[in-house]
């Protein structure tokens, strides 16, 4: 079975702090996405990365950025986080980008930003 | 930019009856998935249709992808509370990125 995996479930940060958003996955997929969910909003793409240090924007990229040194390995970095970043990150991998790519999430991460 | 209609937002279903959730693309797709949510969880693929006018079943669940491949729908039949959660489309307009619909959330009352 595909493992997606998140460094926490539950997050809680000051205005202004850098958070960093860890996820890993073990079936040595291509692709990694990072994600945000809100209510009534559904899910809204931030970044994505189909290789090794290669990187994409999504459609909301703005106040993130992202790092993928490892295939297994996709950080997502708040550099200075703002209370309209609260919201839950969702990272997902698939193994192939496209038509075939139907994608495995991981647990989330419900951020709180004060 | 292109956008993915999903409707309804919000079903309240007594259980046994049926449910109805659909996709709405103003652009043709290549394909379209289909993802379930269950409450404090993460969505979980169900099930991808390519071909214009097909049809999959599993189980309960039916899926359907229009004939002018612009619309998709999940018909859940006789729904039980293991049902409960959201359904989300995720429709594939050109050949690479993905777009999520909005979200179906389901609640069956027992």
């Known amino acids: 079975d595909v493992k997606v995996t998140q460094s926490s479930r539950y997050l809680v940060k000051r205005t202004g702090e850098k958070v960093f958003l860890e996820c890993v996955q073990d079936?040595?997929?291509?692709?990694m996405f990072w994600y945000r969910q809100d209510p009534g909003l559904g899910l809204r793409l931030i970044y994505f990365?189909?290789?090794?240090?290669?990187?994409e924007k999504g459609d909301i990229p703005e106040g993130y950025s992202v790092s993928r040194e490892k295939k297994e390995r996709f950080s997502l970095i708040l550099e200075s986080a703002s209370t309209n970043q609260t919201s839950m990150y969702l990272c997902?991998?698939?193994?192939?980008?496209?038509?075939?790519?139907?994608?495995?999430f991981g647990p989330g991460t419900r951020l709180t930003v004060l | 930019g292109q956008q993915v209609m999903q409707i309804p937002q919000y079903q309240h279903v007594q259980e046994g009856e049926d449910f109805t959730t659909y996709c709405n693309s103003s652009?043709?797709?290549?394909?379209i998935q289909w993802y379930k949510q269950r409450p404090g969880g993460h969505p979980v693929f169900l099930i991808q249709?390519?071909?214009?006018?097909e049809v999959k079943k599993q189980k309960r669940l039916t899926f359907q992808f229009g004939e002018a491949k612009k619309n998709s729908s999940l018909h859940i039949t006789a729904t039980q509370t293991t049902d409960v959660g959201t359904y989300f489309c995720?429709?594939?307009?050109?050949?690479?990125?993905?777009?999520f619909g909005t979200g179906t959330r389901l609640k069956v009352l027992a």
């Open positions: 997902a991998s698939s193994l192939r980008a496209g038509e075939a790519g139907w994608k495995f």
């Open positions: 079936m040595d997929h291509e692709n």
């Open positions: 990365s189909y290789d090794v240090k290669m990187k």
């Open positions: 652009t043709t797709l290549s394909n």
């Open positions: 249709l390519v071909k214009s006018g």
């Open positions: 995720a429709a594939l307009p050109g050949t690479y990125k993905y777009i």
